[in-house]
């Protein structure tokens, strides 16, 4: 029997392979240090990552690269994955933010109002085609995590808010991974109109890098929690709370009251 994927180029296959590699080792690593309670969207979106790899395989392996059930169930797989992912940036936001009530609450506003953007988009461009659709969700949602994970970053340092070593990484990594696709997707092959497989080479080196970022920061057994004081006044979250500074106390009871959110009780 002919195998299709063969036809590829050497190294598109090699790339394609240590990926799927990668993409194991970290979800059998997250699966053994039990990872997946604390980062269960990040979990789901390797798997849908990987379902998505096995699914391409055996529809071109059976169907060839031109026939058109691979072409919609490609592009559903793409959209499903880029939805996975966007789960992720917003798991990676509540894990930072969600201890400050009135901040958390308008970043799910944001998380939202990006998402429903999106999807508006999507069915927009939908009419014109299957394929536009998708891919006016797929930019939406990436324009939308790249900015959120940098500006989740710019408020982070600002405010001094701590962070851990592995929520950090993991947030570096998929921003990072939207901003390729963006350059990929928009910049590259819509408007500069590079389309060669140099490019394609660059951004898979990139997942790699991403891929191997990530088995670094999640190396390690995640350390037992323990729940944390619940407090009333801004008064008591700062002296319970040293490393955050005022500023950021101030601004979390001003978002508190401006959603009419109740205070947490003690």
């Not at 939805?83 to 992720?88: I, S």
């Not at 009530?101 to 069915?123: E, P």
């Amino acid at each position: 029997m002919r195998f299709v994927l063969a036809e590829l180029p050497i190294l598109t296959l090699a790339l394609w392979g240590l990926a799927t590699a990668l993409t194991l080792l970290l979800l059998g690593q997250i699966i053994l240090f039990q990872q997946y309670r604390s980062h269960p969207f990040f979990t789901l979106y390797l798997v849908v990552n990987l379902l998505q790899t096995a699914v391409g395989v055996i529809l071109y392996q059976g169907y060839g690269f031109t026939s058109s059930q691979v072409y919609w169930i490609a592009w559903t797989s793409q959209g499903i994955v880029v939805v996975a992912r966007a789960l992720a940036v917003g798991e990676v936001c509540y894990q930072i933010l969600a201890k400050y009530t009135g901040i958390w609450a308008m970043a799910v506003r944001i998380l939202s109002l990006c998402a429903f953007g999106a999807l508006i988009l999507a069915l927009y461009f939908g009419r014109r085609g299957y394929q536009l659709g998708i891919f006016a969700l797929e930019i939406a949602l990436e324009a939308s995590m790249a900015t959120l994970i940098a500006g989740l970053f710019f408020f982070v340092r600002y405010y001094r808010v701590p962070l851990t070593r592995s929520t950090g990484l993991l947030a570096f990594g998929l921003g990072l991974l939207s901003c390729c696709k963006i350059l990929n997707d928009v910049v590259f092959e819509r408007f500069l109109k590079i389309t060669g497989s140099s490019w394609n080479y660059m951004s898979s080196a990139a997942f790699l890098g991403i891929l191997a970022v990530w088995v670094w920061a999640l190396r390690e057994l995640v350390p037992a929690t323990t729940p944390e004081p619940e407090m009333t006044a801004s008064q008591v979250y700062a002296s319970m709370m040293p490393s955050v500074n005022r500023q950021l106390v101030q601004l979390n009871e001003q978002l508190t009251q401006l959603w009419h959110l109740d205070r947490p009780k003690s």
